[in-house]
């Protein structure tokens, strides 16, 4: 079977096909205006995905899988929670630990991005097919 990596480097037509939808994200991303900088962008990112999986995350968590220091995860969860995007708990089982949850702020600005970078995920899907 032949990974996606050879496949791509193989077919220029596959190679545009991506590199459009990649172009597309990016642009559409930073268009969002929710999201300050790509710390928040990514914080977002791991809130929601932590969310989705019934966990809690909290700044240790964050800072490792951002590789990112819980300094500036610190602050920037802390602009997050102002801008109504986070919401902070205390931890049930450990009551020293806050975790974040994602705001119907965050979901609607998540649900917006979906929105604007679904047809150029189809186009690009469609065309990897046919090629």
Known sequence: MLSLQSTVMKNSNTR?????????IRSRRRTQSAFENDVQWEIALFVIESSLQGRSIDVSGLAHVTGRARNTITVQVGAMEKEGLLNSLTDSKDQRRKVFQPTENLWSEFDSFAKAVTPDIARASYKLQVT
């Open 16 to 24: 545009h096909a991506l590199s459009t939808l990649l172009l597309s």
